[in-house]
């Protein structure tokens, strides 16, 4: 296996708008993600992402890359707190939206992880941990949408 890029596509009900707006609020966003976010959505804005409670917290700083609703929108994360963002320090998420027939087909990609020179076990389980997340929480992004737009 590469470790290089994680890719998946998943089709939602919704317009590219409102799969925009839950992918990158964060009132939004904690409905299907991360248990906290605290970040807003321009290009060169930091916040962070919480995962976990109060005895096991680990909180992850991000940076926005790009901001172009209701399109495109992409952060880096998983790089030290007191580090700048840059390709060989950090991951890059990127989620592009597009219209498909009354829905949004979403197209996720990180990349980074063999840009980040960790060793090769390291390299495994983080790619792994991340693919078992996007599998885990972007079936909970759609489930979220329906439930959203629903009660609009």
Excluded at 52 to 74: C, E, K, W, Y
Excluded at 104 to 132: I, M, N, P, S
Aim: glycine share 6%.
């Amino acid at each position: 296996m590469e470790y290089g890029s994680i890719e998946r596509e998943i089709h939602i009900d919704a317009t590219p708008e409102v799969v925009y707006e839950v992918v990158t609020a964060p009132e939004h966003i904690r409905q299907w993600w991360p248990d906290d976010a605290d970040l807003e959505p321009v290009p060169g804005a930091t916040g962070t992402i919480t995962f976990g409670d109060t005895s096991n917290t680990q909180v992850m700083p991000l940076t926005v890359v790009a901001a172009d609703p209701p399109r495109h929108f992409s952060f880096r994360w998983v790089y030290d707190d007191l580090a700048v963002a840059t390709p060989t320090n950090s991951l890059l998420v990127t989620f592009d939206l597009v219209p498909s027939g009354s829905g949004t087909l979403l197209r996720l990609t990180e990349t980074g992880f063999r840009e980040r020179g960790w060793e090769a076990a390291v390299l495994e389980e983080h790619y792994r941990d991340h693919v078992t997340g996007w599998d885990h929480f972007l079936p909970r992004l759609v489930a979220y949408v329906a439930r959203l737009v629903s009660t609009r």
